[in-house]
């Protein structure tokens, strides 16, 4: 089955950029939605940015609109998110997840492949 590995989280300034990325395994990454998701200490789950299988359709959180970009690159089984402008709300484990669909709800309760997480940190 398909197994996802995140990367990239570490500690940086407000204003700051960080790039996270998804390594996917055991399958095509071809026919499956991914999504960003993060969690913040008190917090529920939440959808950051997801992205259809071709890459062809994506969605973004009000919160991280204008801010972060998402892409894949499906022959080499990577997915990114790019975080620019970093604000210490968006500290968080980010996880990134899989959906064999087409292009999935962007929630938690639709996807079902999950990542171990990684841990983004934004503080002066």
């Known amino acids: 089955q398909l197994q996802l590995a995140e990367s990239g989280g570490d500690l940086v300034q407000p204003g700051g950029s960080l790039r996270l990325s998804c390594a996917a395994s055991?399958?095509?990454?071809?026919?499956?939605?991914i999504g960003w998701f993060r969690q913040a200490p008190g917090k529920e789950r939440e959808g950051v940015s997801c992205i259809s299988s071709s890459g062809v359709n994506s969605n973004y959180a009000a919160s991280v609109k204008g801010r972060f970009t998402i892409s894949r690159d499906n022959a080499k089984k990577m997915v990114y998110l790019e975080m620019n402008s970093l604000k210490p709300e968006d500290t968080a484990v980010y996880y990134c997840?899989?959906?064999?669909?087409?292009?999935?709800?962007?929630?938690?309760?639709?996807?079902?492949?999950w990542g171990q997480g990684t841990q983004v940190t934004v503080s002066s």
């Open positions: 997840a899989a959906e064999p669909t087409v292009q999935a709800m962007c929630v938690t309760s639709a996807f079902h492949y």
């Open positions: 055991g399958l095509t990454l071809d026919y499956y939605s």
